[in-house]
């Protein structure tokens, strides 16, 4: 977990992700931090962070709102993405 930073209605959420994931991440795409379905804001490539805005329901009924830069969490990316690299792999 790279930050955590308030905002009006959302909080933003910014995780360091590993560059061997990246290529299945896209904005809109979907994500999971820590078991919990998110949609992907944000992709920055250069510094590998990925960054997703937190409603207030997920923030009501998860745990990842307690979480602090710093904190490691489990990330598991669409698992489409994996399928078609397969695919195109296999042609």
């Not at 979907?30 to 949609?39: N, Q, V």
């Not at 805005?53 to 830069?69: C, F, N, Q, V």
Request: one cysteine or more.
């Amino acid at each position: 977990m790279v930050a955590l930073t308030p905002g009006e209605q959302w909080m933003k959420c910014e995780v360091k992700v590993d560059k061997a994931l990246l290529k299945y991440i896209v904005a809109k795409g979907s994500i999971c931090f820590s078991g919990i379905s998110l949609t992907v804001g944000e992709v920055h490539d250069e510094t590998s962070v990925v960054t997703v805005w937190l409603i207030p329901e997920t923030l009501e009924r998860t745990t990842i709102g307690k979480k602090k830069a710093g904190d490691v969490i489990n990330i598991e990316v669409d698992v489409l993405a994996k399928y078609v690299e397969r695919m195109m792999e296999k042609k």
